[in-house]
């Protein structure tokens, strides 16, 4: 007897006489309990009715997740085939049918792995993490996350104890490579998570390189005090600035016994540090709701399916799931893999619209921004790196195609 079925007889069991023991022992380690539930009862519904000679109809949605959304935009966006491959946004290897899901969690966890292995701290040398303790900390990567908010995420799978005038973190068995609980003073925790970092954001290249082209436009931008713009892949125009607001406390002079309160004011200076580290974020998420958009629109166009969506996850009947998961691709190709490349496109628009206020003047075969009746030095128009301008697109468009778990 399957797991299936051992679950299907568990439920019988309770349905007949509520004894949710055994029922709730099966499902607690499970992520998804309740959707687990619900399939169990259609499976029960389904298998009374057969008995009886009846037909019936599941109408349960099936849940798929893109695989690390985030990385797979990245991914498309700077047309680097290994970040592609590892998020199973291209395939090569077979048809669907014989495919195996690759996983960026674990290949990224082997990398930082690796380093640990080379460290000069003992005590790191020891620690292999797993691929739980990382996940989050991958995931956020391209929404910019800090150092110090990657050092929380791990401290999540740690204990820590306050001792001789600093933390003490447990590793647990689970994530050593003796097998053995090991300890962290402050210091050693703090290499650990420069380590991860420093292997999400500088030795994937792609990563890196994207990071430092977004750093140099918004630069460039704050300098002149212009906002960004773009346009998404469904037609959204948007207009996008930070600027400082000024802090004040006040009281109610009326009623003596109220307490202060902070206001935030608006100023008209542009807070370059929040430019810097939320532009990317927002950029990638509005290319996740350019993918639904897109879905949306062709299948109210060309199929009717039910479905819904949540972020990266989308959900429909067993029976439309095919149907689902090629317009997903379709939507991502359209997005990525048509004319010149998105992000050529929208480099394009960025420097067109810097020119529209600014004249330029070229110095040795490099193109800046003319700052003289400003008496400030003249500004290097950043280049969109050589390696995300089009190239081969067709091949991506086949490998998409070709994917089983870009989705699922």
Not at 51 to 71: E, H, M, V, W
Not at 101 to 122: A, Q, V
Request: overall charge positive.
């Amino acid at each position: 007897m399957n797991i299936s079925d051992t679950i299907t007889n568990e439920f019988k069991k309770y349905t007949l006489n509520k004894n949710e023991n055994k029922l709730n022992e099966l499902i607690k380690d499970l992520s998804e309990p309740f959707q687990f539930i619900s399939i169990g009862l259609a499976k029960i519904d389904y298998l009374e009715k057969e008995r009886l000679g009846l037909k019936t109809i599941i109408n349960n949605p099936i849940l798929f997740d893109a695989s690390c959304s985030g990385i797979q935009h990245i991914s498309a966006l700077t047309l680097d085939t290994n970040l592609a491959k590892y998020t199973n946004v291209i395939s090569y290897d077979g048809s669907p049918k014989t495919q195996l899901p690759e996983d960026f969690y674990t290949f990224s966890l082997n990398i930082i792995r690796k380093k640990l292995t080379n460290s000069k701290n003992e005590l790191l040398r020891n620690i292999s993490l797993n691929r739980e303790i990382i996940k989050r900390s991958v995931m956020t990567i391209p929404y910019n996350i800090s150092m110090t908010g990657i050092g929380e995420q791990i401290e999540e799978h740690f204990s820590k104890t306050w001792e001789l005038k600093q933390y003490v973190y447990t590793v647990p068995e689970t994530a050593t490579i003796n097998g053995q609980k090991c300890y962290l003073y402050s210091k050693d925790f703090g290499e650990l998570t420069k380590v991860i970092y420093e292997v999400l954001t500088k030795d994937i290249p792609s990563l890196k390189n994207l990071t430092n082209y977004f750093k140099e436009i918004i630069t460039v931008l704050n300098t002149l005090n212009l906002p960004v713009t773009w346009t998404t892949p469904a037609g959204v125009k948007i207009k996008y600035q930070q600027i400082k607001f000024d802090s004040f406390v006040t009281k109610n002079k009326i009623i003596n016994i109220s307490k202060p309160i902070t206001i935030s004011i608006p100023t008209n200076k542009i807070n370059k540090v929040k430019m810097l580290r939320s532009f990317m974020p927002n950029f990638i998420h509005s290319l996740d709701a350019s993918n639904v958009h897109l879905l949306l629109h062709k299948l109210i166009k060309n199929e009717q399916i039910p479905v819904y969506t949540v972020h990266d996850c989308f959900a429909s009947t067993a029976n439309n799931m095919s149907i689902l998961e090629h317009n997903v691709k379709k939507a991502f190709i359209d997005i990525y893999f048509s004319e010149e490349g998105f992000l050529l496109k929208s480099h394009n628009r960025i420097i067109s619209q810097i020119k529209e206020v600014h004249e330029t003047i070229t110095i040795n075969g490099k193109e800046y921004i003319d700052m003289s009746s400003f008496n400030t030095p003249d500004i290097l128009i950043p280049e969109l790196p050589e390696a995300f301008k089009a190239k081969e697109l067709n091949e991506f468009i086949k490998g998409l195609l070709n994917s089983k778990y870009f989705i699922g």
